[in-house]
T-cell receptor
Framework: GAVVSQHPSWVICKSGTSVKIECRSL??????MFWYRQFPKQSLMLMAT?????????EQGVEKDKFLINHASLTLSTLTVTSAHPEDSSFYIC??????????????FGDGTRLSIL | AQSVTQPDIHITVSEGASLELRCNYS??????LFWYVQSPGQGLQLLLK??????LVQGIKGFEAEFKRSQSSFNLRKPSVHWSDAAEYFC?????????????FGQGTTLQVKP
């Protein structure tokens, strides 16, 4: 149980285009999802907390207009990297928590998306 | 300040040997503690978690961890390492009042397994 699917797993695109990454909880409902960025050989950096039906909460230093987050349902959150540039190339990972079981539930992670901007 | 420290960036052990990965945390409230494993190019898989109760917790793949409040530690152990255990391991802490579910991750420990 608690499977999180992330799509696409790898995307290569030209500079200036926008890229959408989807994060789905397959067998549970998630009111809260998280988006992370990971640089090579480094830990995860939390970008934002995505809440179903409300605006995302961004971490300090993360550009809201650059990284658009939409959490329209209890099983889907999307991250759109707008007007992507080579410095946005990274590994993006989402996670989700099971709804309604208290604050101590673990996060379940997707398999990540490798984004390469040419 | 809230933080997680994994003192060992890289560890190499021989297959069949025992393993201990260290994790120290600083957290202002009752911590919820987690260990995750990440294979190259993959997401994170939960190995085990500690919320309360027995301080020795068992996880998947033969891993266990012990919560020691007095030492602010949550070290991960495995009695006999397999070659497939080679991966990146992350310790994380979360919880407390007004818990948002956010986790603070350590820097990670890369485990290499020698044949």
């Amino acid at each position: 149980g608690a499977v999180v699917s992330q799509h696409p797993s790898w995307v290569i695109c030209k500079s200036g285009t926008s890229v959408k990454i989807e994060c789905r909880s397959l067998d549970f409902q998630a009111t809260t999802m998280f988006w992370y960025r990971q640089f090579p050989k480094q830990s995860l950096m939390l970008m934002a907390t995505s809440n179903e039906g409300s605006k995302a909460t961004y971490e300090q230093g993360v550009e809201k207009d650059k990284f658009l987050i939409n959490h329209a349902s209890l099983t889907l959150s999307t991250l759109t990297v707008t007007s992507a540039h080579p410095e946005d190339s990274s590994f993006y990972i989402c996670s989700a928590r099971v709804q309604g079981l208290g604050g101590n539930q673990p996060q379940h992670f997707g398999d990540g998306t490798r984004l390469s901007i040419l | 300040a809230q933080s997680v420290t994994q003192p060992d960036i890289h560890i190499t052990v021989s297959e069949g040997a025992s393993l201990e990965l260290r994790c120290n945390y600083s957290y202002g409230a009752t911590p919820y503690l987690f260990w995750y494993v990440q294979s190259p190019g993959q997401g994170l898989q939960l190995l085990l978690k500690y919320f309360s109760g027995d301080t020795l917790v068992q996880g998947i793949k033969g891993f266990e961890a012990e919560f020691k409040r007095s030492q602010s530690s949550f070290n991960l152990r495995k009695p006999s390492v397999h070659w497939s255990d080679a991966a990146e391991y992350f310790c994380a802490v979360g919880g407390g009042s007004g818990n948002t579910g956010k986790l603070i991750f350590g820097q990670g420990t890369t485990l290499q397994v020698k044949p």
